[in-house]
């Protein structure tokens, strides 16, 4: 059984909002969810790095034509990160779901049953895996990377 001390401590050192009730989660439940959290603390903080329009870099290349191409247009600085915040949840959002449901595409179900899947699973801190999938992830992913005000 897990060590809610110690996952509620780590939790909390992440910045969880709650790290008792996901500490307790992984408990009762055996979800993983302290391995759930530091994927989608990373998720978010990526999400959150488009607040600013400098996040493209002075070396953007096409992108950066285009984001000049808007501020010429008169679209501000703040409505440009808000797009680009909004793609990349999107996105990340979309990623997750994928790999949640690998089954939730447009192929033929008989073409499905020939096609491999895939599974994010935890691993321990050796990199061992503990066999424990990281499902779900685009349920949590909004509550860390909301829409405005982030």
């Known amino acids: 059984m897990a060590d809610r001390g110690k996952l509620t401590r780590l939790l909390a050192a992440l910045?969880?909002?709650d790290p008792q009730v996901w500490a307790d989660s992984e408990a009762e439940e055996d979800i993983p969810q302290l391995a759930r959290y530091r994927l989608l603390r990373a998720l978010a903080q990526d999400i959150?790095?488009?607040?600013?329009?400098?996040?493209l870099g002075e070396n953007a290349g096409a992108e950066g034509t285009a984001v000049d191409r808007?501020?010429?247009l008169g679209v501000t600085p703040q409505n440009l990160s808000k797009i680009a915040r909004l793609i990349a949840r999107e996105t990340t959002f979309n990623?997750?779901?994928r790999l949640a449901d690998p089954d939730s595409d447009d192929l033929q179900p008989d073409l499905r049953k020939?096609?491999?899947g895939?599974?994010?699973?935890?691993?321990a801190t050796d990199g061992t895996?503990?066999?424990r999938p990281l499902n779900a992830l685009h349920e949590d992913l909004l509550a860390l990377a909301p829409t405005d005000g982030d």
Request: no cysteine.
């Open 15 to 17: 910045g969880a909002d």
């Open 48 to 55: 959150r790095a488009w607040n600013s329009i400098g996040a």
């Open 70 to 72: 808007a501020l010429e």
């Open 95 to 97: 990623v997750l779901y």
């Open 114 to 116: 020939e096609l491999p």
């Open 118 to 123: 895939w599974v994010l699973v935890e691993t």
């Open 129 to 131: 895996p503990t066999h």
